[in-house]
């Protein structure tokens, strides 16, 4: 008994201790949130979290702007802040171009050093952080007040039962496409139907009414049922069901079976499955990058080029190469005597993701680790930029005439909004299943050959896709195929197409409803 209530003095003292940091940062947007109109404070209020990662953090933004800028909602963006947030996600929410009605609102800072370890995979990593964080959560929500809906990521769930408390409805957003939302959906039911490591199995994962998926292709942190990976991505997916609904960063014309599967298939409707909103795609918009990003040296060698010449190698904003295979891929590049654009970061020996809570903020110098000689021969035809380049002035330039990318969702996004074809070069988590998708289902995507027993991609093969891409019959069709994709993507997005209407009936939810005033 003495023990318990031990145990219970300590965890008051903690939530007394959590509520006094909460208050202490949230003075800093005080005056900000005194100087609101009453207009302002009128609108109705939009809450949204995402868990750390700029793969994460992106769509969730463009989503808030959205409501801002075209439904007149007010909305606070709800930042998890650590000691080792990124210089890329700083600029990115510190931008000038922000709408005004769009508030950026910081939790109390944790100590990321104290709350991991050296040997945490990433999204185990990121769980730890979120679950310290949203300690806080509860009264950062009542100090905002009038909430309508809260809109959070995947792996920020245990937002479900503090807006339980609160009477706040939760909306999910699937920053990943909707077959992995399937995937996700689905998994419950693997686990308890299953014995041994997925990946054993004899035979494609069948999820209800999709396509088959390779095991492997299936995404990292399902790979290992005994890892912590695997336990708090189960976790997160067991929650899915009590959001009032779940945004898609995806339209029909992409994913038409997985849409048909998730809203008409008997199994999800049984879970149940909350409604879907499909409202892609969600990309970072030209009118949030700096002037200084437009100017880049990247675009300025690009006005250079003619156009469709240049191949845009880039591996997101988090994936790294090995020392081997960085070698191999300059050669290849060297090789295929075409246009490059080629974004490099250090090689690792760790894991594929080493780059992903750094980016933007890492020491780089290429010539100290690509073949030597390499920068000089490819000099008239290539560029090599360390770490970051303007992705989205790069995809729509008219020089630019595929991409190579490790098929992160966001990148997928943009690469088909601009019309882009697209090697696939997949890292980590669930790129695997996307470049499969991309190369053997939309047609889009080529996927360079592994040979057996060798994980690394050899400088001929990497020569050949590119050839393929840059000059062939099949990269030609591959290209008129993107075409269509982004004339159907503007189109869905527009005025009366498929993801504004969707969103618009959303909007309309909200603006009917009474304001919650339980939290008052």
Same mark, same amino acid.
């Given at each position: 008994?003495?023990?318990?209530?031990?145990?219970?003095?300590?965890?008051?003292?903690?939530?007394?201790?959590?509520?006094?940091?909460?208050?202490?940062?949230?003075?800093?947007?005080?005056c900000a949130l005194k100087a609101r109109t009453a207009d302002e404070i009128a609108?109705?209020?939009?809450?949204?979290?995402?868990?750390?990662?700029?793969?994460?953090?992106?769509?969730?933004l463009e989503l808030a702007k959205r409501l801002v800028t075209y439904h007149d909602f007010h909305v606070s963006f709800l930042v998890i802040?650590?000691?080792?947030?990124?210089?890329?996600?700083e600029q990115l929410l510190r931008s000038p171009t922000l709408p005004s009605g769009l508030d950026i609102v910081e939790l109390p800072p944790v100590d990321v050093f104290s709350l991991t370890?050296?040997?945490?995979?990433?999204?185990?990593?990121?769980?730890?952080?979120?679950e310290e964080s949203l300690k806080s959560l509860k009264h950062v929500l009542v100090e905002l007040g009038n909430i309508k809906a809260l809109v959070v990521d995947l792996f920020c769930t245990q937002a479900f039962q503090v807006c339980r408390e609160l009477s706040i409805p939760v909306y999910s957003f699937c920053t990943g496409?909707?077959?992995?939302?399937?995937?996700?959906?689905?998994?419950?039911?693997?686990d308890r139907e299953v014995d041994g490591e997925f990946v054993d199995l004899p035979e494609p994962i069948k999820v209800p009414g999709c396509t088959p998926i390779r095991t492997e292709d299936l995404l990292?942190?399902?790979?290992?049922?005994?890892?912590?990976?695997?336990?708090?991505?189960?976790?997160h997916v067991n929650r899915l069901p009590l959001a009032a609904g779940i945004f898609l960063n995806s339209w029909e014309d992409l994913e038409p079976a997985g849409l048909k599967a998730v809203t008409e298939n008997s199994f999800f409707k049984q879970i149940p499955t909350p409604r879907v909103h499909p409202i892609g795609p969600l990309i970072r918009q030209e009118e949030t990058l700096t002037a200084a990003a437009s100017n880049t040296e990247c675009v300025a060698w690009l006005d250079k080029q003619p156009p469709g010449s240049v191949l845009f190698v880039s591996l997101g904003s988090g994936g790294t190469l090995t020392a081997e295979q960085l070698t191999e891929l300059a050669w290849g590049l060297e090789l295929?005597?075409?246009?490059?654009?080629?974004?490099?970061?250090?090689?690792?020996? &760790? !894991?594929?993701?080493?780059?992903?809570?750094? =980016?933007?903020?890492?020491?780089?110098? +290429? /010539?100290?680790?690509?073949?030597?000689?390499?920068?000089?021969?490819?000099?008239?035809?290539?560029?090599?930029?360390?770490?970051?380049?303007?992705?989205?002035?790069?995809?729509?330039?008219?020089?630019?005439?595929?991409?190579?990318?490790?098929?992160?969702?966001?990148?997928?996004?943009?690469?088909?909004?601009?019309?882009?074809?697209?090697?696939?070069?997949?890292?980590?988590?669930?790129?695997?299943?996307?470049?499969?998708?991309?190369?053997?289902?939309?047609g889009v995507g080529i996927k360079p050959e592994v040979r057996e027993g060798n994980s690394t991609i050899g400088r001929k093969e990497i020569e050949r896709v590119v050839r393929i891409v840059?000059?062939?019959?099949?990269?030609?069709?591959?290209?008129?195929?993107?075409?269509?994709?982004?004339?159907?993507?503007?189109?869905?997005?527009?005025?009366?197409? &498929? !993801?504004?209407?969707?969103?618009?009936?959303? =909007?309309?939810?909200?603006?009917?409803? +009474? /304001?919650?005033t339980c939290i008052e």
């Amino acid at each position: 008994m003495a023990e318990a209530v031990e145990r219970s003095r300590e965890e008051d003292e903690e939530m007394t201790k959590i509520t006094d940091e909460f208050l202490e940062v949230f003075k800093t947007d005080a005056c900000a949130l005194k100087a609101r109109t009453a207009d302002e404070i009128a609108k109705p209020h939009i809450v949204f979290l995402s868990s750390p990662g700029m793969g994460h953090i992106i769509p969730l933004l463009e989503l808030a702007k959205r409501l801002v800028t075209y439904h007149d909602f007010h909305v606070s963006f709800l930042v998890i802040t650590t000691n080792e947030a990124s210089a890329a996600q700083e600029q990115l929410l510190r931008s000038p171009t922000l709408p005004s009605g769009l508030d950026i609102v910081e939790l109390p800072p944790v100590d990321v050093f104290s709350l991991t370890t050296d040997d945490m995979l990433v999204l185990t990593r990121v769980c730890v952080i979120v679950e310290e964080s949203l300690k806080s959560l509860k009264h950062v929500l009542v100090e905002l007040g009038n909430i309508k809906a809260l809109v959070v990521d995947l792996f920020c769930t245990q937002a479900f039962q503090v807006c339980r408390e609160l009477s706040i409805p939760v909306y999910s957003f699937c920053t990943g496409s909707i077959a992995l939302l399937t995937l996700s959906l689905y998994l419950p039911t693997l686990d308890r139907e299953v014995d041994g490591e997925f990946v054993d199995l004899p035979e494609p994962i069948k999820v209800p009414g999709c396509t088959p998926i390779r095991t492997e292709d299936l995404l990292d942190q399902i790979k290992n049922r005994k890892i912590d990976e695997y336990k708090w991505y189960l976790l997160h997916v067991n929650r899915l069901p009590l959001a009032a609904g779940i945004f898609l960063n995806s339209w029909e014309d992409l994913e038409p079976a997985g849409l048909k599967a998730v809203t008409e298939n008997s199994f999800f409707k049984q879970i149940p499955t909350p409604r879907v909103h499909p409202i892609g795609p969600l990309i970072r918009q030209e009118e949030t990058l700096t002037a200084a990003a437009s100017n880049t040296e990247c675009v300025a060698w690009l006005d250079k080029q003619p156009p469709g010449s240049v191949l845009f190698v880039s591996l997101g904003s988090g994936g790294t190469l090995t020392a081997e295979q960085l070698t191999e891929l300059a050669w290849g590049l060297e090789l295929s005597q075409h246009r490059f654009i080629l974004v490099v970061r250090s090689p690792t020996n &760790s !894991s594929a993701s080493a780059a992903f809570f750094n =980016v933007g903020s890492e020491d780089n110098h +290429p /010539k100290a680790y690509l073949p030597e000689g390499f920068l000089d021969r490819t000099e008239e035809r290539g560029l090599v930029v360390p770490s970051w380049a303007p992705q989205e002035h790069v995809l729509k330039h008219p020089s630019t005439g595929g991409f190579l990318s490790h098929c992160g969702w966001n990148s997928i996004l943009e690469s088909v909004t601009y019309g882009v074809p697209i090697i696939a070069w997949p890292l980590y988590a669930e790129q695997r299943m996307n470049a499969t998708m991309l190369a053997e289902e939309v047609g889009v995507g080529i996927k360079p050959e592994v040979r057996e027993g060798n994980s690394t991609i050899g400088r001929k093969e990497i020569e050949r896709v590119v050839r393929i891409v840059m000059e062939s019959e099949d990269g030609k069709l591959m290209k008129i195929k993107a075409l269509k994709l982004q004339e159907s993507a503007a189109k869905a997005l527009n005025a009366c197409g &498929s !993801s504004y209407d969707s969103l618009g009936r959303v =909007v309309e939810e909200w603006k009917a409803e +009474p /304001k919650c005033t339980c939290i008052e």
